[in-house]
């Protein structure tokens, strides 16, 4: 690289409004990027949650016969879905807590 072409980058990257320009660029693509993210993994949680008040159901409202030939198995499965489903609401309410701070602190 030349001497001249160093003097004009220099120049141009020490401009103002050049890294103004590009500053706000990034900002906002990383805005942009933290919404998306936020968004994708909300909408994993909410699915994840879809699924397992479904499968809650199921369990809730179980064939009387199997039940009565598998209670311990019936009351397994219960018990671990209603554990994921805590979990999952857990994360839920951390993913809205995370969602507000990037909010508050100006990430989107």
């Known amino acids: 690289m030349t001497d001249r072409n160093r003097r004009r980058i220099y120049t141009h990257v020490g401009a103002s409004a050049f890294v103004t320009t590009y500053s706000e660029r990034v900002c906002n693509d990383l805005k942009e990027l933290a919404e998306q993210t936020v968004d994708s993994l909300s909408q994993e949680v909410?699915?994840?949650?879809?699924?397992?008040d479904r499968d809650l159901e199921t369990i809730q409202a179980p064939d009387a016969?199997?039940?009565e030939k598998h209670p311990e198995f019936?009351?397994?499965?219960?018990?671990?879905?209603?554990?994921?489903?805590?979990?999952?609401e857990s994360i839920k309410a951390a993913a809205t807590e995370a969602r507000e701070d990037a909010r508050h602190r100006g990430y989107i």
Do not use: D, N
């Open 46 to 52: 909410h699915l994840i949650l879809g699924a397992t």
């Open 65 to 67: 016969a199997l039940l």
């Open 74 to 88: 019936g009351k397994s499965v219960e018990e671990m879905l209603s554990t994921a489903r805590t979990e999952l």
